[in-house]
């Protein structure tokens, strides 16, 4: 990635980091938080390495900018929470944060849940009484410099209903993959993240920071986010490959190519196609652009493909500070049916780009059921903006 956009991006991560986090209205979770547990076909799960690093509390927020690694936060001290043998998930915490628990739902005894703040606040429910299974919140008297995460339980859904499937969840979690929501005016600025297992949705992880939070406070808060680990969760992992000079992170139960999925192309020539499912080779889609008919054609329900093609870097512009629809050169709603094709009812995104004095055209397609900013676009986009290239 060129210099100019790393100290950008840099920049813009310093200023977030230290500004102070704006009111905005809390109220109960969308309708997500409702949804129980959902069942893939074929399964997201293992493990691997993390998207993003935890950095110095004094100055610097959660980063991992343009392959740079920072100095993560000492959390030696740090107090741990759960059990991956009892409870099913651990993290760590700051010693001097105070925890309460949250009791597991009735359907799913196992399912206990915690919270932890830099307050001595107590939550509670609606009646005022301590939190029940899946109870909601009442924010009102949350200090406004303070800082809480929520481990929450979910119960396991009874009765027959059809869902979409949902991918699991990889872990460490990075900071923005919790989905931002709704808060009481003036109060906390609000986040939260369902957390998938084995295809079963498990717990709710709830965040909060409060308007007048310090910058060390909420850099402890991302750091202990990161540290959460559920028993039996995806994981990262990398692929570095020495003929094309690149490596990727992504979540290890994805299918990395091993062969081209498109080998009568040569100019440009793929380096890297990854997917959610099986990926067969051959094939060419319907459209200008040399894509992979085959596997676009399987490309089912909550799936994604990614496929790289190297060219020269004339004309190409810049790589984005971050991958995503905006820096896409054409987008797709569906591709029709042709060729022996039957029509694919997909989102894409074409993006060409320079880095490192090389030039690339990527393809992104996310299957039906795989809705704008869920929690399976933004681990797309992960995957997208670990890309790292040798130079030309």
Not at 233 to 257: E, G, I, K, L, Q
Not at 317 to 325: C, E, L, S
Request: hydrophobic residues 40%.
């Amino acid at each position: 990635m060129k210099e100019d956009v790393r100290d950008e991006r840099l920049g813009e991560l310093l200023d977030a980091s230290v500004r102070r986090m704006q009111p905005v209205v809390e109220e109960r979770l969308p309708h997500v938080l409702r949804r129980g547990g959902r069942r893939r076909a074929a399964r997201w799960s293992a493990i691997g390495v993390a998207l993003a690093v935890f950095v110095a509390a004094v100055v610097w927020t959660t980063a991992n900018v343009g392959g740079r690694r920072i100095q993560p936060m000492d959390t030696s001290n740090w107090a741990p929470a759960g059990s991956l043998d009892s409870t099913g998930w651990t993290f760590t915490y700051p010693p001097d944060w105070g925890i309460q628990d949250l009791p597991a739902c009735p359907n799913a005894p196992a399912r206990t849940g915690a919270i932890v703040t830099n307050t001595d606040f107590e939550f509670r429910n609606p009646q005022a009484e301590p939190p029940g299974c899946q109870n909601r919140f009442v924010l009102e008297g949350f200090p406004s410099d303070g800082v809480a995460l929520a481990v929450m339980p979910v119960g396991i859904p009874e009765g027959i209903g059809i869902f979409i499937p949902t991918p699991d969840t990889p872990f460490p979690i990075s900071w923005d993959q919790l989905q931002p929501t709704g808060g009481i005016e003036g109060g906390p600025d609000a986040s939260y993240l369902g957390v998938t297992v084995g295809g079963d949705q498990v717990m709710f992880v709830r965040t909060w920071i409060g308007p007048e939070a310090s910058a060390v406070a909420a850099d402890q808060l991302k750091a202990v986010v990161g540290s959460l680990e559920v028993a039996g969760a995806a994981h990262w992992a990398t692929y570095s490959d020495p003929v094309n000079r690149f490596s990727v992170t992504y979540p290890n139960d994805w299918v990395r190519a091993s062969q081209s999925l498109t080998p009568e192309l040569s100019d440009p020539h793929e380096i890297l196609s990854l997917g959610t499912y099986p990926l067969q080779p051959g094939g060419k889609a319907c459209i200008d652009a040399y894509l992979p008919g085959n596997a676009l054609a399987d490309l089912g329900t909550g799936d994604v493909l990614i496929t790289l093609q190297e060219a020269s870097a004339q004309g190409m512009p810049a790589r984005p500070a971050a991958f995503g629809p905006d820096a896409a050169r054409i987008a797709f709603d569906g591709f029709p049916a042709c060729d022996g094709y039957g029509a694919v009812p997909l989102r894409g995104w074409w993006i060409a780009f320079a880095d490192e004095g090389r030039g690339f055209y990527a393809f992104v397609a996310l299957g039906p059921g795989v809705a704008h900013d869920d929690q399976v676009e933004r681990i797309v986009w992960h995957v997208m903006d670990s890309l790292r290239f040798d130079q030309a």
